[in-house]
């Protein structure tokens, strides 16, 4: 079982930067592929981001690429999303999520283990 438990998220300016933080209980953290969805107001739950266990290999959605980086330190259990050039269309709730095998990174149908989401908003 993984408990995971999202920070960092608030309001600011379209321009402006933010870091969530995503910390997970579990001596296993460091073999999971750990993803961050976004959930706008009366929208679908979609994919960001993703992070393979070596923290090489990543895959973000065409929307955010060039502007995320998502980054994971697993002596601290901890995978962060760095949010810069922020846009109005980013805000929502922000969800990271685990999983040990994955075909998708895509599908959010495919994480076995979700946090509670943090609110990230961008005012114009």
């Known amino acids: 079982q993984v408990q995971l438990v999202e920070s960092g998220g608030g309001l600011v300016q379209a321009g402006g930067s933010l870091r969530l933080s995503c910390t997970a209980s579990?001596?296993?953290?460091?073999?999971?592929?750990l993803g961050w969805f976004r959930q706008a107001p009366g929208k679908e739950r979609d994919f960001v981001a993703a992070i393979w266990w070596n923290n090489i290999v990543t895959k973000y959605a065409d929307s955010v690429k060039g502007r995320f980086t998502i980054s994971r330190d697993n002596a601290k259990n901890t995978v962060y999303l760095q949010m810069n050039s922020l846009k109005p269309e980013d805000t929502g709730v922000y969800y990271c999520?685990?999983?040990?095998?994955?075909?998708?990174?895509?599908?959010?149908?495919?994480?076995?283990?979700w946090g509670q989401g943090a609110q990230v908003t961008v005012s114009s």
């Open positions: 579990g001596r296993t953290f460091s073999t999971y592929v």
């Open positions: 999520a685990a999983v040990r095998t994955i075909n998708n990174w895509e599908r959010r149908s495919e994480y076995d283990y």
